[in-house]
């Protein structure tokens, strides 16, 4: 998979400048292929480009104060520099795969316990990241909206704070728009949602930065990536308004693709081609002519042509897959099996799940939560706004339950044996706050 990023930062200083001109190529150190998307450019310049579909690239700067640093960076990658003395053509670079490692939590003391709150600013989301806890912080919920922003949540005055290891804090310049949430599912990236763009942050040298995410590129080379598999990449075909997906193993070396599982709801895709029927005839001309044009099915047209996929009758499918070692398990509760793939995507077992068959007035929140740094599952049950954890086996059986001390608590999340979340006490001034509690042994 291929991310483009592109890296702007303000030079300050005056000195003596000079023109300079850069050429070369960048390629993957293990399978020396070229890699596409590469940012390249000059360190603390706004001078640089990206490579393209031959890993080639070529740029010039004006005015450069020499000798210089060229940065090379890419997502999934070891960042390399290399330090300039003058022109330089024909360079060859070889980027090393960057080994996704997520950092322990600070230790603290308590049952409920504060992490990080503020006077004046309320926590919007948080990840856990190689350099630290990142937040999204901002000062006041956008109450004014248009009508098909209604159902989102933006806040305004966001931007993102890092709190290292060493109980350090560094906070970054805010967001250029309103903000959502912060997005971690890609291996080794945070990137912050905002109301029209995304953006990576980047943290380096003590700063926090926000490199763009064009929506193209995010929707095919980074939503698609589930989790890696030693060189490879789990990828999904998950739509949210699709009663359907498919999990496939992809191995960048020889672009090779295995599928692993593929998930229907039956139920729910019957009634979702059906739309197809009850359309007006000039509908359904416009829908057999995108299928002539696309390929895509009529019948799946329509279904988008309708909205169905907002009525009470859409289900999306729920079938998280996670990786354990060097195994795949796919927690299918549409059809209620889990099941198991060795490295070679060769089916293992497939066993009965239960669990989420809870009955009133206990509700499984739909929800599967894994500790990256243990590799450990875990779900959640809630009864009138109380979350109940419970660790989940391979076996798909629960353990001891942690009752979290508050209630209506958001933004559930676990690292390293402790339950993170954020909280604001009801009729209270107080911000939200982000807390954390220990599992229960």
């Known amino acids: 998979m291929r991310y483009c990023i592109t890296w702007l930062i303000v030079l300050l200083g005056t000195c003596a400048w000079s023109q300079a001109r850069f050429s070369g190529t960048v390629s993957d150190a293990a399978s020396l292929m070229p890699i596409d998307g590469v940012s390249v450019f000059v360190s603390q310049t706004q001078c640089g480009t990206l490579t393209g579909k031959s890993g080639t690239f070529t740029f010039s700067c004006d005015g450069l ?9 890419m997502l999934g990658y070891k960042e390399q520099t290399v330090v300039v003395e003058r ?3 024909g360079l060859s670079i070889a980027l090393e795969s960057v080994a996704l490692e997520l950092p322990p939590a600070v230790v603290r003391a308590g049952k409920a316990d504060t992490v990080w709150g503020s006077e004046t600013l309320n926590v919007a989301d948080f990840s856990f990241a190689s350099d630290g806890l990142l937040l999204l912080t901002y000062e006041k919920e956008d109450r004014w909206k248009r009508q098909e922003d209604s159902k989102l949540t933006l806040v305004t005055g966001a931007a993102v704070r890092l709190l290292n290891r060493d109980g350090r804090e560094t906070a970054g310049p805010l967001l250029p728009e309103s903000a959502e949430y912060l997005y971690d599912a890609y ?10 763009s995304r953006y990576e942050i980047i943290c380096a040298d003590g700063t926090i930065g926000y490199l763009p995410v064009p929506d193209s590129v995010f929707t095919t080379q980074v939503a698609p990536v589930v989790d890696t598999l030693g060189s490879s990449m789990v990828l999904t075909s998950y739509h949210p308004e699709y009663p359907a997906l498919e999990y496939s193993l ?26 197809f029927k009850y359309l007006h005839p000039r509908q359904k001309l416009e829908a057999f002519r995108y299928e002539l044009k696309t390929g895509v099915d009529k019948e799946v047209v329509a279904a988008f042509m309708t909205g ?3 009525s009470d009758y859409y289900r999306a499918p729920n079938a998280p897959l996670f990786v354990l070692k060097d195994s795949i398990w796919v927690f299918d509760h549409t059809h209620e099996k889990r099941l198991s793939y060795d490295r070679h995507v060769q089916q293992a077992d497939s066993l009965a799940l239960t669990y989420h068959r809870v009955k009133n007035p206990d509700k499984w929140s739909g929800k599967m939560l894994q500790d990256r740094s243990t590799g450990l599952l875990y779900t959640l049950i809630t009864r009138n706004g109380i979350h109940r954890i419970h660790p989940v086996s391979t076996a798909g059986e629960l353990g001891p339950a942690t009752q979290l001390e508050f209630r209506f608590v958001d933004r559930v999340r676990i690292h390293e044996g402790w339950v993170y979340y954020i909280y604001r006490p009801f009729e209270s001034s107080q911000k939200r ?9």
């Open 187 to 196: 291996p080794g990236a945070v990137i912050a949602k905002c109301h029209r």
């Open 250 to 275: 992809y191995n960048p070396a020889d672009s090779s693709t295995r599928l692993i599982r593929q998930v229907v709801d039956e139920e729910t895709m019957a009634l979702f081609r059906s739309e």
């Open 65 to 73: 104060r020499l000798p210089a640093t060229l940065v090379f960076r």
């Open 87 to 89: 022109s330089a053509t």
């Open 308 to 310: 169905f996929s907002k």
């Open 433 to 441: 706050f982000l807390y954390r509690e220990p599992l229960a042994k």
